[in-house]
């Protein structure tokens, strides 16, 4: 396939288990394999791993494309191993699709699970986060150890009776007490549905939370984080240890903890860990910044069809304190093609995040450019501030740049190439203007 032009990052996988379908199972493994699963941040932090561990000079396979179902894991492992099934890596980092764990994690037995959260997703993907709970929970085998955030509800109760490692962030300047969001998956109390209250949230149900009633709280973290300007202090077993920090976006932090409390489990000393996460940045296709004369585009990825993903964005967003122009192709990839997105999830996402006065312009892009009126209409956005066109390229050169100093460009993770195109004929459009070379 690759000798085609072809990616071979699922194909190889699923001729495998068609063959064989025990293959997971079967297959000769590394030494060390990793699985990393949740609902988002799934994917920087497999990377994250796995460029920390390559770094540290093992050899690793890991499913780096996004490949993250039982065919795209039986790919990664058979780069592993030879032909006469010798292993060949010293590890594997595999990222798992939440929906796919039975079919991978009972077979791939892995020796760490990081789960990185659990948060209302797609309604026609995902249904509903317990619904995805029970499926993570009920596919995790008995000898493997977990990675979880004890600031998560959605995630904190899983596995129970494995080895457990909790990962938590002290409380930061930015924190609250009750949630701005208009989604909370996790307001009552587990035990006995007693309305929660919060020493502080991050954003929806992430944060510190006890019941009123029954005393349920957040279990405590077994290393937990704080984070001062460029430095994170990581606590464990009253052990302080200094890394530096590689986003200081809330859910990047929370990304890097996770990564930390793995590598110092695996035995990895702190200094090394802290020299391996200094050379990490998070990866462009994810944010990114390109300077075109007096104008910054920031490049922005959401989860297509995400409410909390999408609002992660929008918050980043909104903190801009310069005259902003925010263009919008969230439109997921697949249903721009068949047309059969199920649109209500905007109505769950914070657009209201975009209704501040250095924001001077929202360009809606896209074949449903018209919903994403509604909604930002609804959102309390000024009608004069919302540009709208069903094709993304045919009237760039309209919108308002004269009077703007950052343009944002999000996009869906998969319409990355589109947004770049997309880019690309601001950037020209720019020069154009700016008479920049």
């Known amino acids: 396939m690759r000798a085609i032009g072809r990616k071979a990052s699922t194909f190889p996988g699923l001729v495998a ?35 920390c561990l390559v770094a540290d000079g093992r050899t690793v396979v890991t499913n780096r494309a996004g490949a993250n179902i039982n065919t795209g894991v039986a790919t990664a492992l058979m780069k592993g191993v030879s032909l006469t099934g010798k292993v060949l890596s010293d590890a594997a980092v595999l990222e798992i699709d939440e929906k796919y764990c039975p079919l991978i994690l009972p077979f791939v037995a892995p020796h760490y699970l990081v789960v990185t959260n659990i948060f209302r997703d797609s309604l026609k993907r995902n249904a509903h986060p317990e619904f995805i709970f029970d499926i993570i929970n009920s596919s995790i085998p008995r000898e493997t150890t977990l990675i979880i955030n004890a600031d998560d509800l959605g995630s904190n109760q899983l596995a129970p009776d494995n080895t457990r490692i909790l990962y938590g962030i002290d409380a930061l300047p930015s924190d609250v007490e009750t949630s701005v969001n208009l989604i909370t998956d996790h307001a009552a109390c587990p035990v006995c549905d007693t309305l929660l209250k919060h020493h502080y949230l991050r954003y929806h149900h992430i944060g510190r939370s006890w019941c009123p009633a029954c005393g349920f709280s957040s279990p405590q973290p077994d290393s937990s984080a704080q984070v001062t300007g460029s430095t994170m202090v990581v606590t464990t077993q009253g052990e302080p240890e200094d890394y530096p920090v590689i986003n200081p976006l809330v859910f990047n932090l929370y990304n890097e903890l996770a990564v930390i409390c793995l590598l110092r489990h695996m035995g990895i000393p702190s200094q090394k860990v802290a020299t391996l996460m200094g050379n990490l940045a998070v990866t462009d296709s994810r944010l990114d910044e390109t300077t075109v004369g007096r104008w910054t585009i920031i490049q922005a990825m959401a989860k297509g069809q995400s409410a909390v993903s999408t609002t992660r964005t929008l918050d980043f967003v909104k903190d801009t304190d310069q005259p902003s122009l925010v263009i919008l192709l969230l439109d997921d990839y697949y249903d721009r093609v068949n047309t059969s997105e199920f649109i209500g999830w905007i109505y769950d996402a914070d657009f209201e995040f975009l209704a501040t006065d250095n924001i001077r312009q929202i360009a809606a892009l896209g074949p449903r450019c018209d919903d994403y009126i509604v909604r930002l209409l609804i959102a309390g956005v000024d009608r004069e501030r919302i540009f709208a066109d069903r094709d993304e390229f045919a009237r760039l050169n309209e919108l308002d740049y004269t009077d703007v100093s950052r343009i944002y460009l999000l996009y869906d993770s ?7 195109k997309v880019k690309h004929a601001v950037i020209a459009h720019c020069k154009s203007v700016g008479r920049v070379p």
């Open 414 to 420: 998969g319409t990355y190439e589109l947004a770049m």
């Open 17 to 51: 288990i068609k063959v064989c379908p025990q293959f997971l199972s079967a297959i000769a493994k590394p030494p060390v394999v990793v699985c990393v699963s949740g609902t988002n941040g799934k994917t920087t932090t497999t990377n994250m791993i796995a460029d």
